[in-house]
Every structure is written in C-alpha cells, then in structure tokens.
C-alpha cells in the first residue's frame, strides 16, 4: 500500500515524466496527416513507418509493448514503476446467500472486492454516494451492522435497492436526491465512512470535497469516467497539481481510461472500416472545401458500413447532409480519397500504439491529485488496486482516514 508521505513525491515524478513526454500522448490522433514526431523522435517514427496493421494489432495486444517502446521512449520505465500499485487481497467475506439475488456477476465481484480491500478499525455508519442500487452499501452494512444512507438519482435504482435491503434486513436508507446539491452534500458528516464505487467525474470529486470540508473521518473512492466534468478542461483540486504544466483537455481525461478491447474479428473489421471512411471523407472535404482541419462526425448506423467504393459514397452522402456542407460528390475521385483515408487509418492506429502506453500513467496523475488533495486537508491517503483489471479496469481504490 502506498505511504502517504510517497504520495507528494509520487505525484511530482509522474508529473515531470508527464510532462517531459506530452508530445507523445497529447495528440488529437485523427487530426494529424503525418506521424507527430519526425523531429523529436526520428527513430521511432522510422519503426513505426514499417508497421503493417496486422503488426499493429499483434503489438496492441502484446504484454512486451512497454519493453519495445522503450528503445525510442527511455521514459517509460520510470513512468510504469510509479504507477505500479499494490493489490489489497481483499479480506474473505461471508454473506448469507440472498444477499446475492438480483446482482450482476462481475458486479458482485466488484462490489465484494471493494468491500473485502477496505481497511476499517473503527465501524462507522455509512454513506454510499451515487449508489445505484446499493449493493456495495447493502454487503457493507451487513459486514459492520452499522446503518447505511444510500444517495441515488434515479428513483427506480433507490425502488429496488430498498426492496432489497428489505429483504436482506439491512439498515438501508435511501435518499433520492442530487448529489451536487446542498441536501446532497449535506449528507456527509464526520462520524462517517464514506465510499463511492465508480461514482463519475464531478460526483466523486464532489463526495471528496464534500466529506473532508465535513471532516468525515473516512473516505473510500474508486473513480471512474474521470472526463465527466462539467467544466471544458480538467480543474486540478491538490494544490501539487495546480502548479503543473499539465493542461489536460477532455479528450486527454478519455485517455486515461480507453482501454485495449479485444474485438471479435467482425467488429475490428467494421472498426475499421469506419475509421477508414471518416478520415477518406476528411481527406476529401479538406480538399473540397479548402479546409485545413479536422471534421468530425457523429455516432454512425453500423449498417451504413458497407465494404467497397459503393460503401465509401454511401458513407459520404451521409456526412455531407450531417455536415450540410456543400460538396457534390460527383465531382470527386472517391477512390482516391477512400484510399488517403486507409492511409491516415494507420496513422491514426500507430499514434493510438504510442498512447496506449501512457494511459495508466494518467490515470494515476488524476487520482494522485485527488490523494493529494485529501493529504492537504488531514488524511492520511492509500492507493491500491482492490481486484484484477479484468474484473474492472477501474480498479483504483484510494482510502482516507482523517488524522485526528
Ligand atoms: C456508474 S453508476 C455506479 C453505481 C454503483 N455505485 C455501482 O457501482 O454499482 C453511477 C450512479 O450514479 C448515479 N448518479 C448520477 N448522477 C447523480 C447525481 N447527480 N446524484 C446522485 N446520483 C447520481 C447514477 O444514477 C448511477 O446509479
């Protein structure tokens, strides 16, 4: 488990390898004709340059990545050994069956895992913050028999959970509310454990802000959806991280949580060809319209993906009247565009090689402010893992115990 005392310096570090490899990972990859880093990084641009796809799929995949990059990207090692965590083994829990009834497998898991990985000398009543249908707060209430307030949103969500807690005999209250209100944030008091399990964005910020102004005496967060914020870029809440360089975009919290899904081979290939078609047509509308950036496009019907020149016409008529920009498709060599847009599809698939490797060291920049900020404002802070990645990939779990 990670001292707290290391947490400051932990930051600071990640921070400047951050920083140092920015031009790497901050890149809008479909906005780009040409790899990035001809300059800074000839010789990794020169490796990548001989990449198939199919070499690009293997190395996406492939445990050694890390190991590779790390010829051109000597950073690397230093970024993935601070942010390497520690796995709670969650201490064993036995429920009562029932308890069980109605909740989704790898939910369970999940749920358990949390619960199991928290460290709780003192039992406290609990607040569950954005709590679905309580189940986390459903097995912690019957792990401690203390009470639990349970605050959700959806009314249904607080329906069901309070037919279950019902039915398990656990003392579950449910508030139905707003978690970014007054009554919401009032919810949290000191003689408290408060725990959000994949609360998004702003809502586990709020909890975390909410609970230490009210001195609750502990805090258990897994954040999730890290670009669910209402302002346009992130707003650092440690004074550490308000002093970085770092100015992350909504795009760059994405980052930190894409993860490598491995497709089954009909979805690639239709991944593929949308990619393929959305920078043919982008390739074409610069060239029509004398336009030298980007234009993105909405969510598209998977059906209107057809292999072939057919389909890439099909696929541009229907962004020129999503765009309603003024390009008669007549006038065009479609093939000769379809065929930029496969070229830039590579591009794009070789940029996303190179941040697939920063991701988790952005993840832990984001939580690390948060850890740090709970530092500044009298708890002594932990970060573990509390189960696999393949369980869930938002597998952080940051604890908080006010120091009294
Ligand atoms: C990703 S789910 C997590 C639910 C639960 N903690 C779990 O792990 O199963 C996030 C929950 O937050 C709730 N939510 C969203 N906005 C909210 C708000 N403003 N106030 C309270 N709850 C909110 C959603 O309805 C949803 O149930």
Known sequence: MTDSSDLFSRFNVLDQLLSQTQNLWQQRPFHWLDLPWRQTHPALCTWLDELSMADLQALKESDSLMSVLHAWIPELSLLHYFSE???????????????????????WQQVCAFAGALTQPHPRPWL????????????LGMMSSQPVVSLEWQKKLCDDGNQMAERDGVAQT???????SDSGRALCQSAQSAVALHACGDLHVTLIQAASQAKTQHIAISPCCYHLIQSPRYQPLSQAAQ?????????????????TVTAGQHTQRKGALEVSYRLGFDAMQRHALNH????????????????????????????????????????????AFLA???????????????QQ????????????DRSCYLEEQGYQVTLSTFCERALTPRNILIEATLIS
């Open 292 to 335: 030298d950036s980007y234009m993105p496009l909405p969510n598209v019907q998977k059906s209107l993906l057809q292999e072939g020149e057919a389909g890439f016409a099909d696929f541009c008529r229907w962004a020129v009247a999503q765009k309603a920009v003024a390009i008669d498709l007549d006038d065009y060599d479609l093939a």
């Open 128 to 139: 569950e913050w954005c709590a679905g249908k309580g189940h986390l707060g459903r097995v």
């Open 357 to 368: 490797v920063f991701r988790r060291p952005l993840e832990l920049w984001l939580c690390l």
């Open 174 to 180: 449910f508030v139905h509310g707003d978690a970014f």
């Open 340 to 354: 930029q847009g496969q070229a830039r599809a590579a591009l794009v698939a070789k940029m996303e090689l190179i």
């Open 243 to 259: 002093q970085s360089m770092l100015v992350l975009e909504k795009a760059d919290l994405k980052l930190a949580l894409q993860e």
């Open 85 to 107: 965590l520690p796995t709670i083994s969650p201490q064993h829990i036995t429920l009562p069956a029932r308890i069980e009834t109605g909740v989704p497998g790898r939910k």
